[in-house]
């Protein structure tokens, strides 16, 4: 999952892209408003994580923007103690939830997967494709009852599969949803990870279930 943060003070921005890339998120950043809204209309993000005081132009002035152009990412903003008024002015504007700073980190996470379900439209943290589940609040998956031993990068394939199971799933769509802008991955680094997780799933003879459609992409579903 894609997750952009627009956030000012250099300390919070660097550790919050710290912790979600170590939770398998691909991260952009930015400092100041504009910047944020130019990554904000030029790339698909599966989550908004947006200060309201940014240098440049403010948060709500960006939220404006977003959803007066019909861009539909979810936007979690962030806010100060005391600024009341402005969280709900921010959820007027159309954001979808808020944090007061100071926060623990663990709830912004949790607060980000329970925004990237209600975007797929699925509300139970668990995902079951067959025999595979997915824990999308632990973020581990088993299938068969064995747990995978997945990295950061295919689980955070996987659960994109996982959220559109069913559905083709583009190269291009893999690529902006798991990848940031700037990132240096080479052109086949999709089809590689599509075979870790393949063998990683079909591990003692089971079937496949992640299913490639020539020309279109993949898909993951159980088929007889």
Request: charged residues 30%; contains cysteine; hydrophobic residues 40%.
């Amino acid at each position: 999952m894609r997750v952009l943060v627009v956030e000012d003070y250099a300390p919070l921005r660097k550790s919050l892209a710290r912790g979600l890339r170590q939770e398998g998120f691909a991260v952009d950043l930015s400092a100041d408003g504009e910047e944020g809204l130019w990554y904000a209309q030029s790339n698909d993000y599966d989550v908004i994580v947006l200060d309201l005081m940014l240098p440049k132009l403010d948060g709500l002035g960006i939220l404006r923007r977003l959803r007066g152009e019909g861009h539909k990412a979810p936007v979690l903003i962030l806010t100060a103690k005391g600024e009341v008024d402005d969280r709900v002015h921010g959820l007027n504007l159309g954001a979808d939830d808020y944090l007061v700073k100071p926060f623990a980190f663990k709830e912004l996470l949790a607060r980000i997967q329970a925004l990237v379900r209600r975007r797929y439209d699925s509300h139970d943290p668990m995902l079951c494709v067959g025999d595979l589940t997915i824990d999308t609040a632990a973020r581990t998956a088993t299938r068969s009852g064995r747990a995978l031993d997945l990295t950061a990068r295919e689980y955070a394939l996987l659960e994109l599969l996982a959220l559109r199971a069913g559905e083709v799933v583009t190269r291009t769509d893999i690529w902006e949803h798991v990848y940031e802008f700037d990132s240096s991955a080479q052109s086949n680094v999709v089809e590689v990870y599509i075979g870790y997780l393949r063998r990683k799933l079909e591990q003692g003879g089971l079937p496949r279930l992640i299913h490639t459609r020539r020309g279109q992409g993949y898909v993951l579903e159980e088929r007889p």
